[in-house]
């Protein structure tokens, strides 16, 4: 009788932890929908969070930094993939130049997201905004423009990242823009 009473308790226990643990994802799930959905493009926000294992248990500004965090891989991949690109553009110095121009953009907004990323660690959401819409976005907008008014051709992998790059750092200011 005693292990049918102690089967049963354990049941019992899973039980409540499993469902607990279902509510909680749930309710997560819902904020990060909630935040994502004011963005531009909120399946990309949301595939973006779902990346980062500690979403589940993330507030706002952790859903803020996580997003950051993203915008960061694409920034890394663009900063590898200028430089590679300006190394094949040799004969063209034009097109040199102007990937030159990206790779410090870039080397620039590396820094916005650190700092980004510290005022928002810090509560300061407004220097936190600025520091994305100047520092983040401008650089790879102006070396977007540049690719675009010189007609120099890139892979369609660095527009790709190029276009998701900029997509999160405008879901990311729209959820910042919210605190």
């Known amino acids: 009788m005693n292990k049918k009473l102690a089967l049963l308790a354990r049941l019992l226990l899973l039980t409540t932890l499993v469902t ?5 994802t749930r309710a ?33 500004v952790g859903l803020a930094r996580i997003i950051l965090k993203c915008i960061n891989s694409h920034l890394l991949t663009l900063t590898k993939s200028a430089s590679t690109l300006g190394s094949m553009h040799y004969r063209n110095p034009m097109a040199a130049s102007a990937l030159k121009q990206c790779g410090l953009g870039f080397s620039t907004a590396k820094r916005g997201v650190r700092e980004a990323d510290a005022h928002l660690i810090a509560g300061d959401y407004d220097k936190s905004a600025y520091d994305v819409s100047v520092k983040v976005v401008d650089p790879p907008v102006s070396c977007k423009t540049s690719l675009e008014t010189l007609n120099i051709q890139v892979p369609s992998s660095f527009r790709y990242h190029m276009e998701v790059y900029l997509a999160l750092t405008q879901s990311l200011l729209r959820i910042i823009d919210r605190f």
């Open 28 to 60: 997560d799930e819902e904020l990060m929908m909630q935040e994502c959905h004011n963005s531009d493009n909120p399946t990309l926000c949301l595939r973006c969070l779902s990346s980062d294992p500690s979403s589940p248990e993330a507030e706002k």
């Open 20 to 24: 607990r643990i279902s509510v909680i």
